[in-house]
């Protein structure tokens, strides 16, 4: 049984049965099925429907607000926003799709040779809990465009979301098992892998359910994509606008309660403009409001869960005992739910879980550091390699550091690390590989065909 949990109470507001494995084994193969005449269809047939979805997504954008408040603890603002954004990827895809599938003409001896790109079949989609639309929609809406089909396997939390998101397709005039969800547990997703009907898997996760779902990928030869964890590092260098700097540093590291994989986690400051950082910062980050993610002037909601808002306090508590000092938060509130303050640590070095490990939550690692090289140095002292920032006034300076200097798939300057439908998304090292959004995202799971006639 999959239950949905309110995090602000602490209870349980409605129950879902997990699908058998007969269950499964009918709804893949019926996707499979489908995948045959869907990649028939032209992509001016498929546009009209990702159109339609679009459209669904934004006259439903408060309801479904709220259904993430209620399963994930999500503000209504940010759920809003996060729905709106659906409807952009979608309007996207729907709009590009064909140009950027279009076959290339290749040079050659040959009388004509080029790439064509095909849709290879199914495609099993593993969603987390955290953005559960936004996640969903930035692998489906360019999958589903691209003459592929798709079947879902969403955070056990959020179940609701993940039949809603089922529902919206089929609203929208698709055919009823282009997408479809399969509300089953973590145990059941290596079997589904290895069925001979789906062709490749999307991941975002954690980096250890990566390397899980990576190795049985790998074990019967299929594809896959990885989203994974996150630590990413923000350099304010001693040219920054500070106040400018700590405003947009606030913002990347609470969107979302902090639970982004993208989310700012690591502040690395030199050392001449320091106290005057961490005083803005400091600031900014006391603004935040938490509460009742449902209620108008709450500006921050719950964790998901209880346990993961536990783990975030014992990595703090572990991280304070090694010898980080906390200038505000570190405390778990005295009140009903998965409630965690804004956290500011200063003091983090090496080998404390506030600079090793990910804190999916609203804690933020200030590090002081000597000069820019060692700002950088410290930047990419990390398994990590999902997004990374550098605010500075010397705009050709934080450009030749983000191309050239910072580790990370995602480098941006004076900005928090963000995804864009328009640009390539993803990481290096223990943060994954490949990537999401763009033209470059929707060519991951296509056949990329050489054709040459003599």
Not at 177 to 203: D, M, P, W, Y
Request: net charge negative; aromatic share 10%.
């Amino acid at each position: 049984m999959m239950k949905s949990v309110n995090p602000v109470t602490g209870e349980s507001f409605q129950n879902y049965e997990i699908f058998s494995e007969k269950g499964v084994e009918k709804i893949i193969n019926s996707v499979d099925k489908s995948w045959h005449s869907w990649r028939k269809t032209s992509f001016f047939h498929r546009s009209q429907m990702m159109q339609n979805l679009a459209s669904l997504l934004k006259s439903k954008k408060e309801e479904l607000a709220r259904l993430m408040a209620h399963e994930m603890g999500k503000v209504l603002h940010e759920g809003i926003a996060e729905i709106e954004k659906c409807a952009w990827v979608c309007e996207y895809y729907a709009e590009n799709a064909e140009s950027f599938l279009e076959n290339e003409i290749i040079d050659s001896d040959f009388s004509s040779s080029y790439v064509s790109y095909q849709p290879i079949g199914t495609i099993l989609a593993v969603m987390p809990w955290n953005f559960p639309f936004w996640q969903v929609f930035r692998f489906a809406a360019p999958t589903v465009m691209a003459g592929n089909t798709a079947v879902l396997k969403h955070a056990s939390n959020v179940p609701g979301c993940a039949l809603a998101i089922e529902d919206l397709f089929r609203e929208a005039g698709f055919p009823e098992n282009v997408f479809r969800t399969l509300l089953i547990g973590s145990k059941q997703v290596e079997s589904v892998i290895k069925h001979h009907a789906i062709k490749a898997v999307s991941l975002t996760g954690s980096t250890p359910a990566g390397k899980s779902v990576a190795s049985v990928a790998g074990s019967v030869m299929k594809k896959c994509v990885l989203e994974l964890g996150g630590s990413d590092p923000y350099l304010i260098l001693e040219d920054a606008d500070l106040v400018s700097a700590a405003k947009t540093c606030a913002t990347g590291r609470l969107v979302n309660a902090g639970q982004s994989c993208i989310g700012a986690k690591r502040f690395i400051v030199t050392e001449t403009v320091y106290p005057e950082f961490l005083e803005y910062f400091t600031q900014e980050m006391m603004k935040a409001e938490y509460g009742d993610p449902c209620e108008p002037e709450i500006t921050m909601g719950p964790l998901a869960r209880i346990d993961l808002r536990d783990e975030l306090h014992r990595q703090v508590t572990d991280s304070v005992k090694m010898g980080a000092e906390v200038i505000i938060g570190g405390e778990k509130p005295n009140m009903k739910g998965a409630f965690y303050p804004p956290t500011i640590l200063e003091n983090v070095n090496p080998g404390m879980p506030a600079y090793d490990e990910e804190l999916f939550g609203p804690v933020a690692s200030v590090i002081r550091v000597k000069n820019e090289t060692e700002a950088i140095r410290v930047a990419n002292d990390s398994v990590f390699g999902l997004g990374a920032a550098v605010f500075t006034r010397d705009l050709k300076k934080g450009e030749r550091i983000a191309e050239t200097q910072l580790q990370a798939g995602c480098c941006f300057v004076n900005d928090f690390v963000k995804s864009d439908p328009r640009i390539p998304f993803g990481g290096i090292k223990e943060s994954g590989f490949g990537r999401e959004l763009s033209s470059h995202g929707i060519k991951e799971f296509m056949n990329v065909k050489t054709v040459a006639v003599k």
